[in-house]
């Protein structure tokens, strides 16, 4: 056990941030410190064909122990940690036979993780977690999923009697940002197919996430004297607000949940002259999503006929649902559940009402269901990681590479 938290712990000690605003991959320099670290431990361990390319995408290859013909399959984690909350100084805190009770992160600024807040502490009590001091998130988010992914390699190469096909890993920067599939050589990663080790609790399994577009909305109104403005001021505020409003009340993030889709207005910035709002369309069904698009545009046409052409509306796509690349090869699904049960952890199976590198992945041709990677509370001061969990993220890991070389052989 003290061999993946000594990992886990040298790689979130590393700070790894990315940032939106910068437009070079890694989008911050520091995540090179992690990519030319994991080059190095890599290739200590015996990984082959270790490489960071030039926008700080780490490879390596496990060469196959079998003479069967066995698919190379792939694992995924990204090595940034999210812009949204602190990420340097992370100094982790070993608590071992968690009493499940409240746990003190920081005395001083009373920042206090509990059960009461956070109940599936509970299903922790005995084990040993690793929290932050309340002033830094974790980065248990993905450097979990690095850890496992290093720590199954490890253990597959001093396990010669575990037969398993060529296994790639790869480990991105970005994901935070979106960014994280974007310059992934999927043509150099050879894979087959892969598994991103990027999910919550122990037990997930995600291969349904939402269809994303993004959308602005650009008012333009026209501002008078207020005091003589009668029947000639424009408020594109106002006009910004009708829009809003114009959309159904109940499809929003706060009233919805499982596959229901929503709109969500994140930012408005506006004056009388020019209101800009933006936001997001998400739905895990495709059609509802061409038609919550086709909503938008309504809106917009029917008030621009009311006022005279004052909004352009623009939407851009983000990314795609990956089941409907995921169902053609669901082998890829029932595997990981077969590993999961041969590991003793249940699968949950849930839509992710988000998006993931794999999803992109999976439209570029490498399908990519999601794998849990153990840790709660992401982007934030009340992470934390089970490290059992993380060790039963490893055996999953390591039972698909055996799985995967069993039922090829037809064993
Ligand atoms: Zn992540």
Redesign the pocket.
């Known amino acids: 056990m003290q061999k993946i938290i000594d990992r886990f712990i040298s790689y979130v000690t590393i700070d790894t941030q990315s940032d939106p605003k910068s437009t070079s991959t890694p989008s911050t320099a520091k995540q090179w410190i992690l990519a030319n670290r994991l080059v190095e431990e890599l290739r200590d361990i015996g990984m082959q064909d270790v490489s960071v390319d030039e926008n700080g995408y780490v490879m390596a290859t496990l060469p196959s122990n079998t003479d069967h013909e066995v698919p190379v399959i792939g694992f995924i984690a990204?090595m940034d940690t999210s812009p949204d909350f602190n990420g340097t100084n992370v100094r982790p805190r070993v608590i071992e036979k968690y009493d499940g009770k409240d746990i003190v992160l920081n005395e001083e600024e009373n920042i206090v993780l509990s059960p009461r807040y956070f109940e599936d502490l509970v299903q922790y009590k005995g084990q040993t977690l690793i929290v932050t001091d309340g002033t830094s998130l974790l980065g248990a988010?993905?450097k979990a999923g690095i850890a496992e992914i290093v720590t199954a390699m490890e253990y597959l190469i001093g396990h010669p009697e575990i037969k398993h096909g060529k296994i790639r890993v790869g480990f991105t920067p970005d994901?935070?940002i979106g960014r994280g599939a974007g310059k992934f050589n999927v043509e150099k990663f050879g894979a087959e197919w892969a598994y991103t080790m990027?999910g919550s609790q122990i037990g997930e399994l995600e291969y349904e996430n939402f269809n994303a577009a993004g959308v602005t909305i650009r008012i333009k109104g026209k501002s008078v004297h207020p005091g003589y403005a009668k029947g000639k001021m424009v408020n594109s505020m106002l006009i910004a607000n009708k829009f809003a409003n114009m959309l159904p009340p109940k499809e929003i993030p706060q009233r919805t949940e499982g596959t229901e889709g929503f709109f969500h207005f994140h930012s408005i910035k506006g004056d009388v002259e020019n209101t800009v709002l933006e936001g997001i369309v998400r739905d895990h069904d495709f059609d509802k999503f061409e038609a919550r698009k086709e909503l938008l545009q309504k809106i917009a046409n029917e008030l621009n006929f009311r006022y005279g052409n004052v909004i352009t509306l623009e939407m851009e796509d983000q990314y795609y649902n990956m089941r409907e690349k995921i169902e053609p090869v669901f082998h890829i699904v029932e595997i990981a559940e077969q590993a999961m049960k041969a590991a003793g952890v249940p699968p949950i199976i849930k839509p992710i009402r988000g998006g993931t590198d794999g999803s992109q992945l999976s439209y570029m041709g490498l399908p990519c269901p999601n794998i849990f990677a153990g840790g709660h509370n992401?982007h934030g001061k009340y992470e934390y990681v089970p490290v059992q969990s993380m060790q039963k993220a490893t055996e999953v890991i390591v039972q698909i590479a055996r799985l995967t070389a069993e039922q090829q052989a037809g064993l």
């Open positions: 990204h988010d993905d994901e935070e990027d992401f």
